[in-house]
């Protein structure tokens, strides 16, 4: 009986387990449906739309789409939305590795089902900027609406290096935001704040190389063009596909690196308040500096699950 018993909560956990999973899963698909859907969308309108869209807000597109993504699945699954955050997330063993390819892939599903969705909402537009020819370079192309292509004055090698760059700077400030640890951003607030960032980045360094900084927003959505009617050009074009495919791991991991070595091993210590210090001596117990308790500055590079095994742990050195 004792052993039946055994093997039944055995099952019962694999099955929440595995429930769980599925849960983050579909949340990392909607939080990141979301954002490309309104990024996308908002690059449809600059290329298609001429005065109806703007560099300006295919930013503001892809920030507060962040930020929608985020208040979407944010305690669910932290919402990374980016395969280069859950990358680092698992490197830096915040989170298990065993979550990484359930992440990535309700990433590039909710990814994938965007750039459908923008297809079908722009189709006709498409067709009528194009003049029914899909192309992926020229002054008609339309590719570019929904994957990141190197311009004429960016090298291959330039732009891989200007991916880590940026990808870095998101991570980095990322954990900024979201450290308890540090100077967090207030309760309620941290997706707002994520989407500015997110502004930010693009209307500063988005110019090189169109500021991929996520595998899960660039990759999937090639994928469709590449089905849909552009062919095999959406690969082969100056040889950059994989870039935004490798460059932003690298970077973000770079950037967490950073935090943790300027920011995260320089905490400012405090002396132990002694109530009694009298007691305290007759004790012998010394009065010697503290270092500032960690358990209750526990950090994420996005809001936190509500499953306490989720909880990341606090940013060290791996």
């Not at 008609?140 to 090298?155: E, Q, S, V």
């Not at 950059?240 to 995260?264: N, S, T």
């Amino acid at each position: 009986m004792g052993r039946q018993k055994e093997l039944v909560n055995r099952c019962g956990e694999m099955l929440h387990i595995r429930y769980r999973l599925f849960r983050q899963a579909l949340a990392e698909c909607l939080g990141t449906l979301i954002l490309v859907v309104f990024g996308l969308g908002s690059v449809a309108h600059m290329v298609l739309g001429g005065k109806m869209g703007s560099y300006l807000a295919v930013n503001l597109g892809f920030g507060f789409g962040v930020t929608m993504g985020v208040y979407m699945a944010g305690n669910i699954s932290g919402a990374h939305m980016n395969a280069a955050l859950t990358f680092t997330s698992c490197a830096l063993g915040r989170m298990s590795w065993r979550r990484f390819p359930v992440y990535v892939l309700g990433q590039f599903l909710g990814s994938f089902m965007a750039a459908a969705t923008i297809y079908g909402l722009f189709y006709t537009a498409i067709i009528d900027f194009s003049g029914g020819k899909l192309t992926v370079t020229g002054p008609t192309a339309t590719a570019n609406i929904f994957a990141t292509y190197l311009p004429d004055h960016m090298t291959l090698w330039r732009g891989f290096l200007d991916e880590v760059a940026v990808t870095g700077m998101l991570q980095l400030c990322l954990l900024a935001i979201t450290e308890k640890g540090n100077n967090p951003t207030l309760a309620g607030t941290q997706a707002i704040v994520i989407g500015i960032l997110v502004v930010i980045i693009g209307i500063s360094l988005g110019m090189n190389s169109g500021y991929a900084i996520n595998p899960s927003r660039d990759l999937p959505p090639r994928f469709f063009t590449f089905l849909a009617g552009w062919g095999s050009q959406v690969f082969s074009a100056r040889d950059w596909w994989w870039v935004p495919v490798v460059a932003p791991p690298l970077g973000a991991y770079c950037g967490a690196m950073m935090y943790a070595i300027f920011i995260g091993f320089n905490k400012q210590q405090e002396p132990q308040v002694l109530e009694n210090p009298k007691m305290s001596e007759d004790r012998r117990i010394s009065v010697l500096p503290k270092t500032v308790s960690h358990q209750h500055g526990v950090s994420s590079l996005t809001p936190v699950s509500v499953y306490p095994e989720d909880r990341p742990s606090v940013l060290h050195h791996p």
